[in-house]
């Protein structure tokens, strides 16, 4: 019987790893893989990945680099919307795996696969961003998925690995790291109750510095653009201002949410960069936006996030949202000042050409130059008008 050829979405982890062997060995399946770069590799981790899956067995491996790709798509426009799932979550790898689907899904057609698998499990939000994006763009492309078909826990994965003779870093594995651009997720036994605390050492970047920093990060058209004065590309400042603040134990937080099939779920997440860019492009705006934009942005920036998490992202509407939100930035141009501590962060003041906080019209709680105090005194009681009325007619409630 001729083997089936399958292509594994392959990170280099232990779910991962589980699946090339077990696919392999059990199924007898002949195993490729790609790994899918959302920005969260360097040049030496992938390498390490490579060597890794021409240990197991893997017949060939891919590095498919989809990180400008995802800023450029996705990432921007949760930027210019303010996205934070729960106030807090910045959608990091809920919108990465949409860009690792659609790739694998691209490179799958490219070469001819007729099968592609993935390690996510059956209580997860991965298993339907992975299917679903697949079943949209490749009907015809089968899916595999050893871990959620057998309901395997990370122990008994662990324990197979073992007896199969396969070498790994067991301390590391510990904890599910996913890592992007735009944060890193944190999954442990911690996070499968609603009560423990994540522990220092299960946080990739380790917290080291103490006192304050003042930093500066300057936009145009909504998009981060240079740091401390210097221009760079935006997935550069990205890139450097998560260096420069992960250090300082920004960022970090537990996400409790709903997760698309219907359960809570709870994962930790580092952040440092998504975080601050997020707060100082929602102070810019509320300087140089009016009240109805920023009313209406806040809106459907919730729509656009909570369609990204959902596994929506390809649905049409998200290109008419999108439209939205890139016009609403054409004045979002500034420099923010934000000052760094152990653990937080404040933004403490912005600079814009297109800032409506303008004191030739008026001070807030001062003075102004636009209207006189009669023109006030008629002003409020035209708005009071309707108010008049109903309490005139009903009288004011006991």
Not at 17 to 26: G, H, L, Q, R, S
Not at 282 to 295: D, I, M
Not at 321 to 330: A, I, Y
């Amino acid at each position: 019987m001729e083997k089936k050829i399958v292509l594994l979405a392959f990170s280099g982890g232990l779910d991962t790893t589980f699946c090339a062997i077990y696919m392999a060995k059990e199924k007898q399946m002949e195993v490729h893989s790609a790994t899918i770069n959302t920005g969260g590799f360097q040049s030496e981790e992938l390498e390490q990945i490579k060597g890794h899956a021409k240990r197991l067995g893997i017949v060939s491996h891919e590095v498919l680099d989809v990180t400008a790709d995802y800023y450029n798509r996705c990432v921007r426009f949760m930027i210019f919307g303010n996205v934070l799932r729960n106030r807090s979550y910045p959608l990091s790898v809920s919108s990465e795996r949409i860009f690792q689907a659609i790739a694998i899904v691209n490179y799958a057609k490219k070469n001819g696969f007729s099968y592609i698998a993935h390690g996510s499990t059956a209580a997860g939000n991965d298993q339907v961003r992975f299917d679903l994006v697949i079943q949209v763009l490749a009907p015809d492309i089968k899916i595999i998925t050893p871990i959620r078909d057998l309901k395997i826990s990370r122990e008994d994965e662990i324990e197979y690995l073992r007896k199969e003779g396969i070498e790994m870093n067991w301390s590391k594995v510990k904890y599910s790291i996913n890592q992007g651009i735009w944060g890193t997720s944190v999954g442990g036994k911690e996070t499968l109750t609603s009560t423990d605390e994540l522990p220092e050492e299960a946080y990739p970047t380790p917290m080291k510095e103490n006192g304050s920093k003042r930093i500066t990060i300057g936009f145009e058209e909504g998009e981060p653009v240079s740091l401390n004065g210097q221009l760079f590309e935006p997935l550069v400042v990205i890139r450097e201002l998560g260096q420069l603040a992960s250090p300082w134990g920004i960022g970090r937080d537990v996400h409790v949410g709903d997760t698309i099939i219907g359960i809570k779920g709870r994962v930790g997440f580092e952040a440092a960069a998504a975080r601050i860019i997020i707060d100082a492009h929602l102070a810019l705006e509320k300087h140089v936006l009016t009240r109805w934009q920023l009313h209406w942005k806040e809106q459907i920036g919730n729509w656009y996030g909570m369609f990204v998490h959902e596994a929506q992202y390809l649905e049409p509407v998200m290109r008419d949202l999108e439209k939205f939100l890139e016009s609403s930035q054409k004045n979002v141009t500034g420099e923010v000042t934000i000052r760094l501590r152990p653990y937080s962060f404040t933004v403490t003041g912005v600079d814009s050409s297109f800032d409506l906080m303008n004191s030739s019209f008026a001070s807030y709680g001062e003075m102004n130059r636009a209207w006189t105090a009669d023109e006030v005194n008629g002003f409020t009681r035209i708005l009071g008008n309707q108010q008049r009325i109903w309490y005139a007619v009903n009288g004011m409630e006991e």
